[in-house]
């Protein structure tokens, strides 16, 4: 079973940045893929971001190419998202995830972060 615990969320100035942590224990982080997902309220549960676990594969979601960046520390148990040039619309509650596989698709993912929000302000 594995946990993963989100940080780093929190308001902030449109343009400006931010890094989201998300820590995993329980489980061999090297076996997994990992991903970020966004979500507001009303709406679908949006992919964001993912990366493989062993050749550094990564996808990004069209909104945030560009911008976002994610990246995985092996030693620390830990994945990444960094956040630039932040938009109000990037706004969202952001959820890591854990995968055997590598994917976009939120039902591939077996293990879930509780999320942490991001605000960004005009």
């Known amino acids: 079973q594995v946990q993963l615990v989100e940080s780093g969320g929190g308001l902030v100035q449109a343009g400006g940045s931010l890094r989201l942590s998300c820590a995993a224990s329980?489980?061999?982080?090297?076996?997994?893929?990992m991903g970020w997902f966004r979500q507001t309220p009303g709406k679908e549960r949006e992919f964001v971001a993912a990366?493989?676990?062993?050749?550094?594969?990564?996808y990004n979601g069209d909104s945030v190419k560009g911008r976002f960046t994610i990246s995985r520390d092996g030693a620390k148990n830990t994945v990444y998202l960094q956040m630039n040039s932040l938009k109000p619309e990037d706004t969202a509650d952001y959820y890591c995830?854990?995968?055997?596989?590598?994917?976009?698709?939120?039902?591939?993912?077996?293990?879930w972060g509780q999320g942490t929000q991001v605000t960004v302000s005009t």
């Open positions: 329980g489980g061999t982080f090297s076996s997994y893929a």
């Open positions: 990366i493989s676990s062993t050749d550094g594969r990564i």
């Open positions: 995830a854990a995968s055997i596989l590598l994917g976009t698709e939120h039902s591939q993912y077996d293990y």
